[in-house]
T-cell receptor, first 114, second 113 residues
Framework: DSGVTQTPKHLITATGQRVTLRCSPR?????VYWYQQSLDQGLQFLIQ???????AKGNILERFSAQQFPDLHSELNLSSLELGDSALYFC?????????????FGPGTRLTVT | GENVEQHPSTLSVQEGDSAVIKCTYS??????FPWYKQELGKRPQLIID?????GEKKDQRIAVTLNKTAKHFSLHITETQPEDSAVYFC????????????FGTGTRLLVSP
């Protein structure tokens, strides 16, 4: 157990819908990262927050957005869902903002869009 | 941006053999190289990492080597066991803000008893 929690574990929804994925970092970690894992794209970095502020952006679609709250938990919002958005979504956390700090992954949320 | 290539995509070994997985990266400014193990349906688990100021790091049966000149790093697993069977990912931090990890495409390791 990495200490990073994610809810829900599974999510099944229809195209066009909007969902929210939640992540709580390890105790003491200030930085949260979101990744998407699909069979054809592998593990792709989406976005990073540090202490409530966005720090880095990756291949995140405009339909997706995220935020980190004062209690340091983070939410990833996915809207206008398409079939291709079906994937495993992981969040990871680290102590600080630099990537040379180890990132620990949560158990993931499996999103299925039908 | 950073690009990480990983080989082989699959690797089958007998229990007790050694396994080697190789990665190359494109950005010479990268300075952090972690390796993750992912079992089916589970989270990626950090197993070892190396920073650019060292050439080798060991932790029991696993070791990682880094060749900065060649922009190449490798994972070595000795005395493999069936429980080592998983997908292994290498990664490197990108030079753009050093804030993200770029992952290789993964190696599926199968250790047969």
């Amino acid at each position: 157990d990495s200490g990073v929690t994610q809810t829900p574990k599974h999510l099944i929804t229809a195209t066009g819908q909007r969902v929210t994925l939640r992540c709580s970092p390890r105790s003491g970690d200030l930085s949260v990262y979101w990744y998407q894992q699909s069979l054809d794209q592998g593990l792709q970095f989406l976005i990073q927050y540090y202490n409530g502020e966005e720090r880095a952006k990756g291949n995140i679609l405009e339909r997706f957005s995220a935020q980190q709250f004062p209690d340091l938990h983070s939410e990833l919002n996915l809207s206008s869902l398409e079939l291709g958005d079906s994937a495993l979504y992981f969040c990871a956390s680290s102590v600080a903002a630099g990537v040379t700090y180890e990132q620990y992954f949560g158990p993931g949320t499996r999103l299925t869009v039908t | 941006g950073e690009n990480v290539e990983q080989h082989p995509s699959t690797l089958s070994v007998q229990e007790g053999d050694s396994a080697v997985i190789k990665c190359t990266y494109s950005d010479s400014a990268s300075n952090y190289f972690p390796w993750y193990k992912q079992e089916l349906g589970k989270r990626p688990q950090l197993i070892i990492d190396i920073r650019s100021n060292v050439g080798e790091k060991k932790d029991q049966r696993i070791a990682v080597t880094l060749n900065k000149t060649a922009k190449h790093f490798s994972l070595h697993i000795t005395e493999t066991q069936p429980e080592d069977s998983a997908v292994y990912f290498c990664a490197a931090n990108g030079s753009t803000g050093f804030q993200k990890l770029v992952f290789g495409t993964g190696t599926r390791l199968l250790v047969s008893p």
